[in-house]
Each structure stands twice: as structure tokens, then as C-alpha cells.
């Protein structure tokens, strides 16, 4: 089996599986970049989330452990109200931990310059903890995510260990996050169109091609302001001047099997 049928395989195989994650369905902020990138023959996503806010009862050591040891006294993808974390904290018995998850997206390429596609617009808008992982089997996967996380613990064996006035300000931040959460979002989806555009446009004239592929390591490396020109404001620009994330490229090795 040639590789595009084998990544073909592999697509129809992914989007024919039942959605397994606790919501079901896919959050409704991305649900539009979702079904426009598995419309696409390059690509297809494996799992994805639009960013929340989450109150947790339980150990703070990772994804990990949150998945089989705590429980979810509070999940939202929208704005959270000082309220509903209050009411949710008479039911922890252990140590309630909140926190804000941003944007997170998992997207199968089906040749290494799609994923070099997919992670400079994921960059330029501002997701800049963004990599590329090449599997030994030739999986390539592209994960857009970044940084701007939040997680401060709330109670200690069910005893509350701050104000309701120091509840309300981290839910202020919190809830700024995912305002400029949703906003990164729509500047990726944004810049996505722009950039497959492009790609479109260089694909019918393979000399255009060939520079661009040539210069993509360099480019990574150029000027802040340059780089997000296309597709980001200047405002937008000065929002992420204070993410310090590594702008360079990762690919990293899975081993055989994956």
C-alpha cells in the first residue's frame, strides 16, 4: 500500500470512531476549524479542545493523574462566575485544585510539509509551544498548543485555604485567558485559510515552492513583527510579546509502533 492510501486508511479509520472523550462531541468554538481541516485530503484531526476552565478535587501532578484519580467538581468553556466555583467547593474532600486549560488541537498530516503548514500558522497565532512528532511508521502529527495555562490549588483535604476575594480575582484572570484564548483560536483559523490558500497558489508554480520550502527554518527565526504580519494586527502582536515559548520547530521520534 502507497503512502496516500495508507494516510487515507488511516483518516477514514480516525473520523469513523465514536467521540470518547466526557463532553462526546466536539466544543462548539472549534467545531468550524475542525470539520474545515478533516474536509481537507492532507489532514485530518485526532482530538481536540477549545479551552476551559476546570475545578478538580484531587492531586495536581498532570493530566495523567487528574484522568484517573480526581474528580471534576466544575468543567465550562465559557466565562465562570465566583458562584458556581463556591458551591462546587463544598464538594471537595480533597485538595480542589483550579484550573484554566487553553486551546489544544491534534492534527495527522499526510506529508511533512502539510504539518510545517499547520504549526508556522499555528506560531503567527500565538500557539507557540507547537510541534511536529514523526512516528516510526510515518505517522506525522502536527499538536497546536500553548502556555498561557493557569493552575492554583484551592483547599487542602476539603478545607478552603483562600478568600472568596482571592476566588474572584483568579476567576478575573482565568476568564481573560479564555477571552484571549478564543481569540488565538479565531486568528488560526483565520491564518489557516490564508496560508492553505497560498500553498495552493505555490503548488502551480513549483519555483515559488521550492523558496518557500527552502527558507522555512530561516523564516522561523525572523523578526517578531514580520513574522505575524500577514495575519496578525499589530495589537495582536503586542499580546504575545510576553510568551517566551521557543519559536523554533520540534520534531520529535516516536518509537516503532506507534
Not at 492532507?42 to 479542545?49: E, H, L, P, V
Not at 465550562?76 to 474532600?93: F, G, R
Not at 516510526?136 to 483535604?157: C, N, Q, Y
Amino acid at each position: 500500500m502507497d503512502r496516500s492510501a495508507e494516510f487515507r486508511k488511516w483518516k477514514a479509520q480516525c473520523l469513523s470512531k465514536a467521540d470518547l472523550s466526557r463532553k462526546g462531541s466536539v466544543d462548539k468554538d472549534v467545531v468550524e476549524l475542525v470539520q474545515f481541516l478533516n474536509t481537507r485530503d492532507q489532514f485530518f484531526t485526532t482530538s481536540s479542545c477549545a479551552g476551559r476552565i476546570l475545578l478538580l478535587d484531587g492531586g495536581i501532578n498532570g493530566f495523567e493523574v487528574q484522568k484517573q484519580n480526581c474528580g471534576w467538581l466544575l468543567v465550562t468553556h465559557k466565562p465562570c462566575e465566583k458562584d458556581d466555583v463556591i458551591v462546587a467547593l463544598k464538594k471537595a474532600n480533597g485538595d480542589a485544585t483550579l484550573k484554566f486549560e487553553p486551546f489544544i488541537l491534534h492534527v495527522q498530516c499526510q506529508q511533512l510539509q502539510d504539518a510545517r503548514i499547520l504549526h508556522s500558522v499555528a506560531i503567527d497565532s500565538g500557539f507557540r509551544n507547537s510541534g511536529i512528532t514523526v512516528g516510526k511508521r510515518g505517522k506525522i502529527m502536527l499538536a497546536v498548543r500553548s502556555t498561557h495555562g493557569l493552575e492554583v490549588p484551592l483547599s487542602h483535604k476539603g478545607k478552603l485555604m483562600v478568600t472568596e476575594e482571592y476566588i474572584d480575582f483568579l476567576l478575573n484572570v482565568a476568564n481573560q485567558k479564555m477571552e484571549e484564548n478564543k481569540k488565538r483560536i479565531e486568528r488560526f483559523y483565520n491564518c489557516l485559510h490564508h496560508a492553505l490558500e497560498r500553498e495552493t497558489m505555490t503548488n502551480l508554480h513549483p519555483k515559488i515552492k521550492e523558496k518557500n520550502n527552502s527558507s522555512y527554518t530561516h523564516n522561523k527565526q525572523r523578526n517578531p513583527e514580520k513574522a505575524h504580519a500577514q495575519c496578525i494586527t499589530k495589537e495582536n502582536d503586542k499580546e504575545l510579546e510576553n510568551d517566551d515559548d521557543d519559536l523554533g520547530i520540534n520534531i520529535t521520534i516516536f518509537p516503532e509502533g506507534y
